[in-house]
């Protein structure tokens, strides 16, 4: 009786113990505790062991480095032997092969111990090295998982950029190959949404799925809280506002329709679009939603006036000139930096390529007038695609003044600004002087006689008033210069690139 009580007691002993490391081992397989260096450093203290975990080319993947014996861990990661137990140097060594996803190379999982391995240490180590096997297998699933998912956003990505700079045929035969049909169509809307940038990758697949994936969402590279999503069906500003109005804390700004080569244009005016959509209840705006100076002009007068101030860049080649153009209409609305990211080229070549059109136009970009006029041109040709009844026909193009002259155009001006006159500050004479000043506070601030810091409090306050960006250098800040320069509070531009005799050109009579 007693040796039966004895053997029982052994057994029940055995089990618990059994159960306990067996419990404390399984705890690592749960979703929060797939930590594969914890499981190995967790091995070595149940084992009172080194233990490291190395792949077939000697590459330490956790624990503690082991001096083994290359040959006998070649035999092990080729599958000639499955373990090996030896004693070496007064410690005893066990050698376990672990597979790994095709075609990584088995690891393999070395426990060092000054002790023998009894049954339960060798049980232990047996079942760790199935549960590392299984944390690899996950580890690399997701590691590959997360490799598509990356070359899937950069040919976003590339396929957007090519957009930008109008290479359409490229981007059509890139987006083929994963997105049949996605670009079969002349024309789009783009969209950018905006988030907290923690919850942006969220948010992108959001858009992902709202849209059905018949739309290029990509994360935008020069902004951390942007998605951008082109979208050639209709449906999609719809769905991206329902997405909207379910997130708080997220905004949303679209173009107008554009044509696929048009895309940089269709960017900024999305951009445009959003900085309004943060002063709406609901959170989101379309860029035809605003009046814009543009559509106050003679059409064939703009077309007449915006051939002529570019036509120094008509002698390019069509490439080379989309391409200049591409990144001077992006480089006038953001800066050199963010520019370079969305195109995917280097600032340095932003900046070359804008120095080389303000070259050819004779203009300096430092002046924001000269740079809302260039930027309204840029627009222009973007809007004003086919020639418009009429354009052509005069004797001389129009002057910028003239196209700023209209009734339509200087009521619009005038509405705009006089938002300002109600605050006692005068915000409208610091705008002013900030504006002639080329955005630079410290000078408008010694022209006023007040400090910098209130120049910017100043702009700032300005803002929600007009429901435009200003400190952000971009398309708001050009329509108040247009606003100003309509209403004759600063001095017209000089465009010094202009053929000879076109009305806005110095040497015309």
């Known amino acids: 009786m007693a040796g039966r009580e004895d053997a029982k007691r052994q057994r029940t002993s055995g089990a618990g113990e059994y159960a306990g490391w067996a419990r404390e081992l399984l705890e690592h397989l749960r979703p929060a505790g797939r930590d594969l260096t ?35 861990v070649a035999d092990v990661t080729s599958g000639r032997i499955a373990s090996a137990a030896l004693e070496d140097r007064g410690r005893h060594l066990r050698l376990v092969r672990v597979e790994r996803s095709h075609p990584a190379r088995a690891a393999v999982l070395t426990v060092a111990r000054e002790a023998p391995f009894d049954r339960r240490v060798s049980d232990i180590v047996t079942h760790t090295a199935q549960v590392v096997e299984l944390l ?46 996605l670009l079969d169509t002349e024309t789009a809307c783009v969209y950018v949404v905006e988030s907290d940038p923690a919850e942006r990758d969220r948010l992108a697949e959001e858009c992902v799925s709202a849209t059905g994936e018949r739309a290029l969402v990509v994360r935008c590279p020069a902004v951390d809280a942007h998605v951008i999503v082109l979208a ?37 005016q999305a951009v445009s679009a959003l900085a309004v959509a943060r002063f709406r209840s609901q959170r989101a705006a379309l860029y035809a939603e605003r009046t814009r100076p543009e559509l106050l002009m003679d059409p064939a007068e703009l077309y007449d006036w915006t051939a002529g101030v570019l036509s120094p860049l008509d002698t390019l080649s069509h490439h080379t000139r989309a391409e200049l153009l591409a990144t001077t209409r992006l480089g006038l609305e953001f800066t050199a930096v963010n520019t370079a990211k969305v195109l995917g080229v280097s600032r340095n070549t932003v900046r070359a390529r804008m120095d080389r059109v303000g070259s050819l136009l004779r203009t300096d970009f430092a002046d924001l007038t000269v740079r809302a006029a260039v930027h309204l041109a840029l627009n222009s040709q973007v809007g004003l695609a086919e020639t418009p009844p009429g354009a052509g026909r005069r004797g001389g193009a129009a002057r910028l003044a003239d196209l700023l002259s209209g009734p339509a155009l200087r009521a619009w001006a005038g509405d705009l600004l006089g938002r300002l006159d109600p605050d006692g500050r005068d915000l409208r004479r610091t705008l002013r002087t900030w504006i002639a000043a080329g955005g630079n506070a410290e000078r408008a601030a010694h022209q006023i006689g007040m400090h910098a810091q209130t ?21 708001d800040l050009y329509e108040v210069v247009l606003a100003h320069l309509a209403t004759g509070d600063l001095d017209q531009p000089l465009l010094l690139g202009t053929k000879p005799g076109h009305p806005d050109s110095p040497v015309h009579d």
Do not use: C, K
């Open 38 to 72: 914890r499981v190995v450093a967790w091995l070595a203290g149940t084992a009172q062991a080194t233990v490291s975990l190395q792949d077939g080319t000697g590459r330490l993947l956790a624990g503690t480095r082991v001096p083994l014996d290359d040959g006998l």
């Open 136 to 181: 690899l297998a996950g580890h690399e699933s997701n590691a590959a998982g997360h490799r598509l998912r990356r070359a899937t956003s950069d040919l976003r990505l590339a396929i957007l950029q090519l957009l930008m700079v109008e290479d359409t045929v490229a981007a059509r035969r890139v987006a083929a190959g994963l997105w049949p049909g």
């Open 232 to 268: 050639p069906f209709q449906e999609a500003g719809q769905e991206l506002r329902s997405l909207v109005g379910r997130r708080p804390g997220v905004f949303l700004g679209g173009s107008a329709r554009q044509g696929l080569d048009r895309t940089a244009a269709a960017y900024g």
């Open 455 to 475: 120049v910017r409090e100043h702009v700032r306050s300005a803002e929600p008033v007009l429901e435009r960006e200003l400190l952000a250098a971009g398309s």
